[in-house]
Every structure is written in C-alpha cells, then in structure tokens.
C-alpha cells in the first residue's frame, strides 16, 4: 500500500474532510488517479527541488483556497503552469510552451499559493492549452 512520505500531511485519496481545508493544500501523486506515493504542501510552501518526486508526478490533487504553480525545471525555472483544481491524469495536458510535451512525469519544482477564489464542485473543464 502506498502511502505519504515522512513528515508529509494529508489523505490521498478519496475526499479530505479536514478542519481549517480553506487554508489550501495541494498533494503531488506518482500514479495517474491520485494513486501511488505521494507528497502534500500546505499553501506558502514549495520545493525548488522534489528529490525521487522530480519528473515523477503524474497527478494532482488541489485543496480549500490554494492554486499550484509547477515548473518543468527545477528552483522555480522553465516552462510553468498555475493548477487550481484536481489534475488526474498530467497526460492529458500539455505544456504550453513546448507543446510536444505533456506535465505528466515533468514537474521538477512546485509552489502551493493563495488562490483568489475557491472551486465548488467539481473544477471547470481545463482548456486544451493547459489549466487557469
């Protein structure tokens, strides 16, 4: 069974009913379907590296008031891409600025934001050059 790293917070799967959720939170997932390891950020934090988690992430999960910013190289460089809700598959989504590529397996830097706004329901339909 796969669970979080040490010292990582947060449920990754199914819904996450938690006190102060409004705060923000975002959980970064190997397997697509928020299956596999995972690592979750709490909003204000970032990894301008992800260590095993670099280039393996394949899908997203986003919570209460927080947006994701991923970078495709690592101390917040390269092509980037703000997420404000649950991403499941990264295949799906391609990166903008070299769009032979998709994010899947291709973040190498994250950071978990304020997002002006909270999503309620399920997220908008991402358009086709990528999200927000």
Not at 31 to 42: K, Q, T
Not at 83 to 91: C, P, S
Not at 105 to 123: C, E
Request: charged share 25%; proline share 5%.
């Amino acid at each position: 069974m796969s669970g979080p790293d040490t010292g990582d917070t947060g449920p990754p799967r199914g819904e996450w009913h938690c006190v102060n959720c409004d705060a923000g939170a975002a959980c970064c997932y190997k397997d697509s379907n928020f299956g596999g390891s995972f690592f979750c950020l709490r909003r204000g934090e970032q990894r301008e590296a992800l260590g095993n988690y670099g280039d393996q992430i394949s899908s997203i999960r986003v919570f209460g008031r927080a947006r994701t910013m991923i970078y495709d190289d690592r101390n917040f460089s390269g092509a980037r891409q703000r997420v404000v809700g649950d991403v499941g598959d990264l295949r799906q989504y391609r990166v903008a600025q070299k769009p032979d590529h998709t994010w899947n397996n291709r973040i190498s830097s994250i950071r978990v934001q304020y997002a002006l706004f909270r999503l309620v329901g399920r997220p908008r339909t991402p358009r086709s050059d990528g999200w927000a």
